[in-house]
């Protein structure tokens, strides 16, 4: 079934210059953009973006990280699109969780610096979606 979920490059990815194999490996994969920014990300978005978490001891740090330089923020389309992007990106922990191959276990060493976000499920993606690129119809 065709699907859009939102990804972000969080500001460790922008920094560290993971923009371009990021894009190649949702290519690769065979899903299509359907939009994308590079973003400046204000408190009350990142709020927003992670407010499931909001009661998480690390809330704070998440949303000092994610609003402290810009992010490229992009709509992935395809079939399953939530699944395999969350395929593509690892599991959260870059480490312990995230396999060799993937975005996180082949770039990342930290759950706090994890490089990428991709919806969770189709709930979170259309909120997500809203959320980061409210004037596209989908
Ligand atoms: P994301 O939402 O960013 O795609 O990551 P995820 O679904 O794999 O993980 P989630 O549980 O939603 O956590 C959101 C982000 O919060 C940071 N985090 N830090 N210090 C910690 O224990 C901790 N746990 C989570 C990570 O950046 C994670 O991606
Ligand atoms: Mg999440």
Redesign the pocket.
Same mark, same amino acid.
């Given at each position: 079934m065709t699907e859009q979920t939102l990804v972000?490059i969080?500001p460790d990815g922008v920094q560290r210059g993971l923009v371009g194999d990021v894009i190649n490996r949702i290519e690769r994969k065979g899903l299509t953009l359907a939009a994308l920014e590079l973003r400046e990300v204000t408190v009350e978005l990142a709020s927003a973006h992670?407010a499931?978490?909001s009661e998480?001891? =690390?809330f704070g +740090?998440?949303l000092e =990280?994610i609003t402290s330089a810009p992010v490229v923020a992009m709509v992935v389309e395809g079939d399953r699109a939530i699944a395999a992007f969350?395929q593509l990106?690892g599991?959260? +922990?870059p480490v312990e969780k995230a396999a060799p191959g993937t975005i996180r276990g082949d770039f990342g060493l930290a759950?706090? =610096?994890?490089i990428?976000?991709?919806? +969770?499920s189709p709930e979170s993606a259309a909120r997500e979606i809203s959320l980061w690129f409210p004037s596209l119809n989908s």
């Open positions: 972000l969080k992670y499931e978490h998480r001891p =690390f +740090d998440l =990280f969350r990106a599991g959260t +922990d759950t706090q =610096f994890n990428v976000h991709g919806s +969770d």
